[in-house]
């Protein structure tokens, strides 16, 4: 079954994402990050919507995403900007995200996320 003709192929073995260093790939969508999180895949926009702070190199805290620059934490269940105690931030920022998924070839394919 041949992949779609939609889909980037990051060229990366599942087995080559580190969890702990997320690293930025370009894409046609932009820069995206894959974080290995539990075991399952997901990319997430590189930089932060704040003022764009290196969220690939932010803390990873359970589904929590925290930006190194200042600190604005994100889910990544959701995506959503959170508060300080975990509480999600009405009318706050949120994360992209891509689909993902390996192809037949064995490597992490990403597609504009579906709505």
Same mark, same amino acid.
């Given at each position: 079954? !041949?992949?779609?003709?939609?889909?980037?192929?990051?060229?990366?073995?599942?087995?080559?994402?580190?969890?702990?260093?997320?690293?930025? +790939?370009?894409?046609?969508?932009?820069?995206?990050? +894959?974080?290995?999180?539990? $075991?399952?895949?997901?990319?997430?926009?590189?930089?932060?919507?704040?003022?764009? $702070?290196?969220?690939?190199?932010? @803390?990873? !805290?359970?589904? @929590?995403? *925290?930006?190194?620059?200042? /600190?604005?934490?994100?889910?990544?269940?959701?995506?959503?900007?959170?508060?300080? /105690? $975990?509480?999600?931030?009405?009318?706050?920022? *949120?994360? !992209?995200?891509?689909?993902?998924?390996?192809?037949?070839? $064995? @490597? +992490?394919?990403?597609?504009? !996320? /579906? *709505?």
């Amino acid at each position: 079954m !041949a992949d779609p003709e939609d889909a980037f192929d990051t060229r990366l073995d599942p087995s080559e994402v580190d969890p702990s260093r997320p690293e930025p +790939i370009d894409t046609p969508w932009g820069s995206f990050a +894959i974080f290995s999180l539990a $075991g399952r895949l997901l990319a997430v926009q590189s930089f932060c919507p704040h003022m764009q $702070g290196p969220l690939f190199q932010g @803390t990873l !805290a359970g589904d @929590t995403l *925290t930006c190194p620059w200042h /600190e604005w934490r994100f889910s990544l269940a959701t995506g959503r900007r959170l508060d300080l /105690e $975990g509480r999600e931030v009405q009318g706050g920022a *949120t994360l !992209a995200f891509l689909d993902v998924r390996v192809g037949s070839r $064995g @490597t +992490i394919l990403l597609s504009p !996320a /579906e *709505t």
